[in-house]
């Protein structure tokens, strides 16, 4: 009972802070000039971004099936991968997509450690490559944030991002856990195949690039010139911005972000806003295939519990 209470508290509380952040960007912006815009792309560029999306995943499932046992065929894992995108859009705040993907990996494997430590491994190597991304362009774009203290948003995560790194690898904080332990028997197997792991963050990169083209996309549809340069860093910050667990799949987070460092560069709040929202709406429309896949599991299949867990 008090921990379905903490979860309901939790999810509120992501609640309330979407719903401020939004009421805070949204406040200081013409709504009706975000409508129009969001109308001037249309529907075929919303299609085309979610196709774009769709295949992200796909090439997302193929990173996950190198650092898997081969019996693994990439259709069941594009599967899963979409199966996670649609818990995650659809299903905010009740059960995390890597947990749903991981849940159905266990149902195959019997194997709790190998489950969790592949949907870690492949959730890591992505933000490997974005990570490396941000920091290899910061320096080529720095001049774009005009002095701004913003500036130091990426070193900082890159920062963080590797001294989370070290404490996990390299310390091993977590070996006391069995299933964690299980994890560093994983890694320790794993990176002696350094050809699997080159080939897994390559294809990272294309994921990066594809969610960065799709931001592209979009504001060539509205004619808003914005440097790839500029991408290549704004992302990556505002990617680890909303994934800190603080609101509903970062709504609002995200828009205030996308507000204030495109901001920066001269680009209107509503132009900024629109992105944004495109951003989302297209991803959110490309995770729901996945119900599709959700449902060819029968009932007999479907982590009817983890709603729960």
């Keep these: 009972m008090a921990r379905g209470i903490n979860k309901t508290a939790i999810f509120v509380l992501k609640l309330l802070v979407s719903a401020a952040s939004l009421y805070l960007v949204f406040s200081k912006i013409d709504i009706g000039g975000v409508i129009v815009m969001l109308r001037e792309i249309g529907v075929f560029y919303f299609l085309a971004a979610s196709a774009m999306y769709i295949f992200s995943q796909f090439v997302s499932a193929w990173r996950w099936k190198l650092i898997l046992p081969d019996r693994f065929g990439i259709g069941k894992l594009f599967s899963l991968y979409m199966i996670g995108a649609f818990f995650s859009a659809f299903l905010p705040g009740v059960v995390g997509g890597d947990v749903v993907k991981a849940y159905y990996l266990n149902k195959d494997t019997k194997k709790v450690g190998l489950s969790i430590a592949s949907v870690f491994m492949d959730r890591y190597l992505g933000y490997v490559s974005l990570m490396t991304t941000g920091i290899v362009a910061f320096p080529f774009a720095v001049r774009y944030f005009h002095?701004?203290?913003?500036?130091?948003?990426?070193?900082?995560?890159?920062?963080?991002?590797?001294?989370?790194?070290?404490?996990?690898?390299?310390?091993?904080?977590?070996?006391?856990?069995?299933?964690?332990?299980?994890?560093?028997?994983?890694?320790?197997?794993?990176?002696k195949r350094k050809d699997l792991i080159t080939k897994a963050l390559l294809l990272s990169f294309v994921v990066q690039f594809l969610n960065i083209g799709m931001v592209m996309l979009f504001a060539t549809v509205i004619g808003q010139h914005i440097p790839l340069l500029v991408l290549f860093v704004f992302l990556p910050i505002i990617v680890s911005i909303t994934t800190i667990p603080i609101s509903i799949s970062g709504v609002g987070v995200r828009e205030g972000a996308f507000v204030v460092l495109l901001g920066l560069i001269g680009v209107r709040p509503e132009i900024a806003a629109s992105l944004s929202l495109s951003w989302f709406f297209s991803t959110f429309v490309g995770s729901s295939p996945g119900l599709i896949a959700y449902m060819f599991y029968g009932p007999d299949k479907r982590p009817d519990s983890l709603t729960s867990v």
């Design 147 to 191: 002095g701004s203290v913003y500036k130091w948003l990426m070193p900082g995560i890159f920062a963080s991002f590797i001294g989370g790194s070290v404490l996990f690898f390299g310390l091993r904080i977590g070996r006391r856990f069995r299933t964690v332990a299980d994890f560093y028997d994983y890694f320790a197997k794993l990176r």
